[in-house]
């Protein structure tokens, strides 16, 4: 294996593995560009944005006018977006974006320290705008210098539940419920900057150490998939770039660095070093807080809070894979636009029914639920997406990607290049009834889900549910999904399809209704459904600890909170506890005779001696 690892290598100088990024230009528009644009350039502009930013902690959106006036004497500002953090106080911050980096640098640089504050200064993008002494006045003021508003004010809020479902009960048809739900569910675009900011403070703390380094958010943050609020998965590499910038040379440099040997294995090298890292974002960088490390995972990781953004971090230093998985989400998005809007509304649908859970456990994640609509997407006679066999068929010399521990993550980058074109013309409601469809006569019991050859396997183990991942192909992403949430899956789904063909069949909704129609009846979730999975996994009557609960009380109630529609189960119930309260009777009873009995056995042979010993004193 390392023989034909350094032989891949020879082939493709600089492309073994790490983060191959396109270097971008000294200046960055205000917003992206609307054309479809590639992963790669997806995160370069993201990461440019990022360079051209600050973020400012203000007293309100009303500070707005005079942060503007003062900011504007390193640059022009191109950008600016308000958000609020709601805790015990209000907390208003303004991201500003310059035009180009080396202002926002010049902003940075300008920053001070107050008196007020402890700690030790650090460079950092993140300030807070004190409020003016009145000893000096700027030469700008407010009321004479135009300023540009604001593009969004509380721009971080998620839409409430209350809004959302008007907004739902309001529209159209269920296809326009669809996109309006994924419309105000996404990770909008103050959201996404707010992450590459995140990433971009870790790099620039590292930078004088490793000037080459380079933090990147991957996930749901960045494939397109992401909604508000989502946790922001970064990894950190110290790599060089790779790509153009190392091509272009004629010849290696004979200038080579000297490297600090590693004396442990690889795994226990990272072990350390995110120690380190750790220790480092806990002790210096501001807003980092409640830092843990979890350093014995299979993918060690350190996750922390960023209170200025009120982000969940997981950062990772050896996941090269989950940063290439996005990649591949991403290009699926962009290859179709009803692809993420399907996504998000089943996604919301699982929610509902309790399929999905935030922590882990036997639940489906989230991941193996965009798997399963990519299949089915890929299953249609029609397919609206390739199988991901064929993007390793269309890929180049500059699509190559190995990483570190031997993945191969090849596939083709250039949207333009893949000879894909889907004829499927079927609206987003007929697509949503399809997958329920699908997957409630789909074989989970026999077959594999592969996205890599877009067609189901026989399943190589007894897992409740196989999906392949596709690009370690040898693991099962859906792994810890139990056998009872399984069935419960299936069920659901069966349930789904029937009361949203009935939808479909019933179109007819007038416009302005306050009823629950559409996708609302999918998402109410009704406590009695079509069918449960009571038939196959029979849930017990009572609660093992609900026996006992009380033993001393003689009373045959019920415990508070428990109510029984069945009156032979109720009975059933107050005979096992008066039976078991009998039983501890009788045991209690047993053990008090034998306790007497040992008393008086030992009481006699105490006496004893004693009789004897003054039998001889006599």
Same mark, same amino acid.
């Given at each position: 294996?390392?023989?034909?690892?350094?032989?891949?290598?020879?082939?493709?100088?600089?492309?073994? +593995?790490?983060?191959?990024?396109?270097?971008?230009?000294?200046?960055?528009?205000?917003?992206?560009?609307?054309?479809?644009?590639?992963?790669?350039?997806?995160?370069?502009?993201?990461?440019?944005?990022?360079?051209?930013?600050?973020?400012?902690?203000?007293?309100?959106?009303?500070?707005?006018?005079?942060?503007?006036?003062?900011?504007?004497?390193?640059?022009?500002?191109?950008?600016?977006?308000?958000?609020?953090?709601?805790?015990?106080?209000?907390?208003?911050?303004?991201?500003?974006?310059?035009?180009?980096?080396?202002?926002?640098?010049?902003?940075?640089?300008?920053?001070?320290?107050?008196?007020?504050?402890?700690?030790?200064?650090?460079?950092?993008?993140?300030?807070?705008?004190?409020?003016?002494?009145?000893?000096?006045?700027?030469?700008?003021?407010?009321?004479?210098?135009?300023?540009?508003?604001?593009?969004?004010?509380?721009?971080?809020?998620?839409?409430?539940?209350?809004?959302?479902?008007?907004?739902?009960?309001?529209?159209?048809?269920?296809?326009?419920?669809?996109?309006?739900? *994924?419309?105000?569910?996404?990770?909008?675009?103050?959201?996404?900057?707010?992450?590459?900011?995140?990433?971009?403070?870790?790099?620039? $703390?590292?930078?004088?150490? +490793?000037?080459?380094?380079?933090?990147?958010?991957?996930?749901?943050?960045?494939?397109?998939?992401?909604?508000?609020?989502?946790?922001?998965?970064?990894?950190?590499?110290?790599? !060089?770039?790779?790509?153009?910038?190392?091509?272009?040379?004629?010849?290696?440099?004979?200038?080579?660095? *000297?490297? !600090?040997?590693?004396?442990?294995?690889?795994?226990?090298?990272?072990?350390?070093?995110?120690?380190?890292?750790?220790?480092?974002?806990? &002790?210096?960088?501001?807003?980092?807080?409640?830092?843990?490390?979890?350093?014995?995972?299979?993918?060690?990781?350190?996750?922390?809070?960023?209170?200025?953004?009120?982000?969940?971090?997981? &950062?990772?230093?050896?996941?090269?894979?989950?940063?290439?998985?996005?990649?591949?989400?991403?290009?699926?998005?962009?290859?179709?636009?009803?692809?993420?809007? &399907?996504?998000?509304?089943?996604?919301?649908?699982?929610?509902?029914?309790?399929?999905?859970?935030?922590?882990?456990?036997?639940?489906?994640?989230?991941?193996?639920?965009?798997?399963?609509?990519?299949?089915?997407?890929?299953?249609?006679?029609?397919?609206?997406?390739?199988?991901?066999?064929?993007?390793?068929?269309?890929?180049?010399?500059?699509?190559?990607?190995?990483? =570190?521990?031997?993945?191969?993550?090849?596939?083709?980058?250039?949207?333009?290049?893949?000879?894909?074109?889907?004829?499927?013309?079927?609206?987003?409601?007929?697509?949503?009834?399809? +997958?329920?469809?699908?997957?409630?006569?789909?074989?989970?019991?026999?077959?594999?889900?592969?996205?890599?050859?877009?067609?189901?396997?026989?399943?190589?183990?007894?897992?409740?549910?196989?999906?392949?991942?596709?690009?370690?192909?040898?693991?099962?992403?859906?792994?810890?999904?139990?056998? =009872?949430?399984?069935?419960? &899956?299936?069920?659901?789904?069966?349930?789904?399809?029937?009361?949203?063909?009935? =939808?479909?069949?019933?179109?007819?909704?007038?416009?302005?209704?306050?009823?629950?129609?559409?996708?609302?009846?999918? +998402? !109410?979730?009704?406590?009695?459904?079509?069918?449960?999975?009571?038939?196959?996994?029979?849930?017990?009557?009572?609660?093992?600890?609900?026996?006992?609960?009380?033993?001393?009380?003689?009373?045959?109630?019920?415990?508070?909170?428990?109510?029984?529609?069945?009156?032979?189960?109720?009975?059933?119930?107050?005979?096992?506890?008066?039976?078991?309260?009998?039983?501890?009777?009788?045991?209690?009873?047993?053990?008090?005779?034998?306790?007497?009995?040992?008393?008086?056995? $030992?009481?006699?042979?105490?006496?004893?001696?004693?009789?004897?010993?003054?039998?001889?004193?006599?």
């Amino acid at each position: 294996m390392i023989c034909l690892m350094r032989r891949l290598q020879n082939l493709h100088p600089g492309r073994k +593995f790490g983060l191959k990024l396109r270097s971008s230009s000294t200046s960055a528009t205000g917003t992206l560009p609307e054309t479809k644009c590639n992963y790669e350039d997806f995160i370069d502009n993201r990461q440019q944005q990022a360079k051209c930013s600050i973020l400012v902690q203000v007293s309100s959106e009303r500070s707005y006018p005079e942060l503007y006036n003062y900011c504007s004497r390193f640059g022009s500002i191109v950008n600016a977006h308000h958000y609020c953090l709601r805790h015990d106080d209000e907390l208003n911050y303004i991201l500003l974006e310059y035009a180009r980096e080396e202002e926002a640098s010049a902003a940075i640089d300008a920053g001070g320290v107050s008196d007020e504050m402890s700690g030790t200064p650090v460079r950092s993008p993140f300030l807070w705008f004190r409020a003016s002494t009145g000893k000096k006045k700027d030469n700008l003021s407010s009321s004479t210098m135009p300023h540009p508003g604001l593009l969004s004010i509380d721009g971080c809020r998620p839409i409430g539940q209350e809004n959302l479902l008007s907004l739902l009960k309001k529209a159209e048809n269920i296809d326009r419920q669809i996109v309006e739900l *994924h419309q105000n569910s996404q990770l909008n675009d103050l959201g996404v900057r707010m992450r590459f900011l995140a990433a971009l403070q870790i790099q620039q $703390a590292i930078s004088g150490m +490793f000037p080459s380094a380079q933090a990147v958010p991957f996930g749901s943050s960045v494939n397109g998939f992401g909604k508000m609020g989502c946790d922001l998965d970064l990894i950190l590499r110290f790599d !060089k770039e790779r790509g153009a910038k190392n091509n272009q040379r004629t010849e290696p440099s004979r200038l080579i660095y *000297h490297l !600090k040997e590693n004396l442990s294995n690889g795994r226990s090298q990272t072990q350390r070093q995110m120690e380190v890292i750790g220790d480092l974002l806990h &002790l210096f960088l501001p807003g980092v807080c409640h830092v843990r490390r979890i350093l014995q995972a299979r993918v060690p990781i350190i996750k922390y809070h960023h209170e200025h953004l009120n982000l969940e971090v997981d &950062l990772s230093m050896s996941n090269l894979s989950g940063f290439y998985m996005s990649e591949l989400l991403y290009m699926f998005g962009e290859l179709d636009t009803r692809v993420r809007p &399907l996504t998000f509304t089943i996604r919301r649908w699982a929610q509902s029914c309790g399929l999905t859970n935030p922590s882990p456990g036997r639940w489906i994640s989230n991941f193996s639920l965009s798997c399963l609509v990519i299949f089915f997407l890929q299953q249609l006679r029609q397919p609206i997406l390739p199988s991901i066999g064929s993007l390793v068929k269309a890929a180049d010399a500059d699509d190559f990607r190995v990483t =570190e521990d031997g993945i191969n993550c090849t596939f083709v980058r250039d949207l333009e290049r893949l000879n894909f074109q889907s004829r499927n013309t079927s609206k987003l409601s007929e697509l949503l009834l399809q +997958f329920f469809e699908f997957y409630s006569q789909f074989d989970f019991h026999n077959r594999a889900i592969s996205l890599n050859e877009a067609r189901s396997l026989a399943k190589p183990d007894h897992s409740a549910i196989y999906i392949v991942n596709p690009l370690e192909q040898l693991l099962n992403v859906s792994k810890n999904v139990s056998l =009872e949430e399984c069935e419960r &899956l299936r069920i659901e789904v069966r349930n789904a399809a029937w009361l949203l063909e009935s =939808e479909v069949e019933n179109t007819s909704v007038k416009e302005g209704t306050e009823t629950i129609w559409g996708l609302l009846n999918l +998402f !109410k979730h009704p406590e009695k459904t079509i069918i449960r999975p009571n038939m196959f996994f029979k849930p017990r009557m009572v609660e093992v600890s609900d026996l006992f609960e009380n033993g001393m009380s003689t009373t045959a109630t019920p415990p508070a909170g428990v109510t029984y529609k069945n009156p032979s189960i109720r009975q059933q119930v107050q005979n096992i506890k008066a039976s078991t309260r009998n039983e501890l009777k009788q045991m209690r009873g047993s053990s008090s005779s034998v306790t007497s009995a040992s008393a008086a056995a $030992a009481s006699s042979s105490s006496s004893a001696p004693t009789s004897s010993k003054n039998r001889r004193s006599r």
